[in-house]
């Protein structure tokens, strides 16, 4: 059995869950197994996760298991995992994913493998394709062990729809006695879409000359329904938060759209972005070394450029 | 407070990424070595967190003697003592379990490592060291107070911050904005050549993952330039040739 930890949030199944969703049933597909899910806690949300290629859905609530934490969490998923015989766990890399994957991977005794972008080669042995070198670069990992947890880069593998009705077994565990940390507050940015998690993304960088000119950036990111970034000096000079820096020290990003305005496009970020899919940049020096990882360019003042594309952008809307 | 600091040796950020060996080898050639920048924020963390409750910090790094400069730095900001394990590991499992091996008899209140490496991007090392000691985890963490025998960290998760109170022994893992790097100063550096920087070997063989090779992105096919007068067209090649928006 492949078993899929999803992360159901506000009622619904995070997009990155439910690609990792896809990624178990097609590797079920590849290798004749079967694709379970597994989500803990608020496990009246579950619904039908066959329709993202579950064929069954473990519902697992409990002691030590009302809130999040990665010792609980592990704990939970290497319990199902054991009792049901699954030999492959994929979760998705998300900061929760994150923080699961390493300990449960030392609990069932697997190899390890995060980062990962691409379907699983399984002729003769089990290959994946991941990120290193901060997405300069790609790897190919041989997963030798027996046991296999694999975490997948959100962005990198498209949902898809099935037909699959998964019926909801509730498991009860109790995973009070290994609860070693305990959540005080969560502070959630409240409208905004999860820089990692957004699919369109509107970026700027010093080029703007100060964090009072970020409105047309914010407005063009609203009118596209896109989340906002920036580059590494900005977020150094306190002009945006950290968590929206975007690069090799900062987020790593795979939007299917990046729109960069006043960022030359150092090696150091163009890292962080390099995934996307379509980049645009607006840049007013020609020689910007940005223009060369562009799909589309403006050589053009942001200042100018920026409001002509929320006038067409709204234009197009209204139509 | 004893605190334990585990350290990689990652190609400075500006590098040019090349491979070599029929692309199965990370073409090292010309190429700088720095302390991996998170493991640089974990460091100076531990120190700040020394100073004011008293211990040591140690380093811990694994790698070939190559490495050596990045360590030697480390102990020029200020680290106390330094442990390399001689030995390229072959993943993040692999390198905890160095780690792991090569501590057995000490005992750390706090293991703090970045919160993930810029070369292969693991960010496995927290989590499994944890696991393995059984210490608590907190990983991704903008901010540390200590308090008694507990900590109390501010961490990301996707969308926003969550306060997180743990249990020590704990294992933390830094994300920018924790602190300043500091830099060595002279004295620092005189300093750093007598610390002590012992060498173990790693026990035992690991195969569960290996790396087979490597490939560089297929590059972009070239620009297409927009007339700045006519900015608002991007938006609609964006719908018409990529189907986005």
Redesign the interface.
Known sequence: MILVFVEIEGGSI?K?SQEALTYGADLATATGDTCSAIAIGDASAVGNLGQYGASSTFAVSGGGLDTFT??GY?YAINEVANTNGANTVIISG???G??????L???LG??????VVAMASTDGGF?VRK???????????????EKKVISIVPNSYEVKSFDNQAAVSTVSIDASGVI??????????QG???L??AE?VVSAGRGLKGPENWGMIEELADV?GAATACSKPVSDMDWRP??E?VG???I?IKP??YIAAGISGA??HL?GV??S??????NTDPEAPF???????????AF??IP??I???K??KAS | MNILVCLSAVPDTTTKITFVDNNTKFNTDGVQFIINPYDELALTKALELTEANGGEVTVVTVGDATVEPVIRKALAIGAHKAIRVNTTAQDGMHAAQCIKDAVSGESYDIIFTGRESIDYNGGQVDGILSEMMDMSLVNVVTSVTVDGSSITAVRDIDGGRETVTASMPCVLSAQKELCEPRIPNMRGIMQARTKPLSVVEPSGSYDATNYVGYELPAPKQGVKLIDPANAGELIDLLRSEKKLL
């Open positions: 995070k990155s990665p010792e592990s998300s900061y929760t994150k923080s699961i994957a390493p300990k991977a030392v609990k697997a190899g390890l493998t995060t980062g290959n990120t290193c070198f901060s997405n300069k670069a790609f790897s190919n990992v041989a997963v030798n062990s070693k940390t305990k959540s005080v507050s969560v502070d959630k940015v905004k879409i999860p990692t998690e369109l596209l950290h968590s820096h090799q020290t900062g790593t299917n759209l090696i150091q890292a390099s995934g899919k379509v980049i645009c940049v607006i223009f060369k990882a562009a799909d589309y360019g403006i050589v053009g003042d100018d450029v002509k594309l006038a067409r952008a234009e197009l």
